[in-house]
Structure formats: C-alpha cells, structure tokens
C-alpha cells in the first residue's frame, strides 16, 4: 500500500494568476450575471482551483476568461472556505 499517493488523474501546477470569470444566476424570475475575480492556486489540464471572495456552489457554471479575451466554460466542483474567502475547484467544460 502507498501513502500519500496522487490520485488525480492529471498533474497540478501552481498558478498563481489573476483570474475573471462571470457567472449566471435566476434570481426573482430574471438572469442576473455578476462578473467576479479571483487568484488562481493551481491548473490542470481538466480544471482549476482558485480562490474568490464571492461564495460560488457546486454545480454552477462559470465562464474564465482567458488570456486571448476568449471564454472557458467550467463547472464548479466543490468549494470550501478558508479565512473568509473561498476556495473553488472547476472542471472545464470541454465542448
């Protein structure tokens, strides 16, 4: 038996960036985007864990933007929260 074994599937890497985002959300019978920030913990090529001051759930999606001014698609795995802020965990959303 190993301990302490890695069992993602893809290996992480820091990544210590700024990250914008915009998420969606039905609230009394219209759709309200908020456009939100955070800074990046980590990356994979399936996700990406950040931290946020906004209490996202999980199961929401979020659109990242990128670099090139374009948007990734994710989906808010789990969150968790550590010294009043928030730590997400997202799944890109792979067309």
Do not use: C, N
């Amino acid at each position: 038996m190993t301990f302490g074994a890695e069992k993602r599937r893809y290996k992480r890497i820091g990544y210590d960036m700024p990250v914008e985002f915009s998420l969606q959300v039905l609230e009394g019978g219209s759709l309200r985007q908020f456009d939100l920030t955070g800074t990046g913990v980590d990356i994979s090529e399936e996700g990406l864990g950040f931290i946020t001051d906004f209490q996202l759930e999980p199961e929401h999606f979020i659109r990242i933007k990128r670099a090139d001014g374009t948007y990734q698609l994710a989906m808010v795995r789990w969150v968790g929260r550590i010294d009043g802020k928030y730590r997400v965990g997202v799944l890109f959303y792979k067309d």
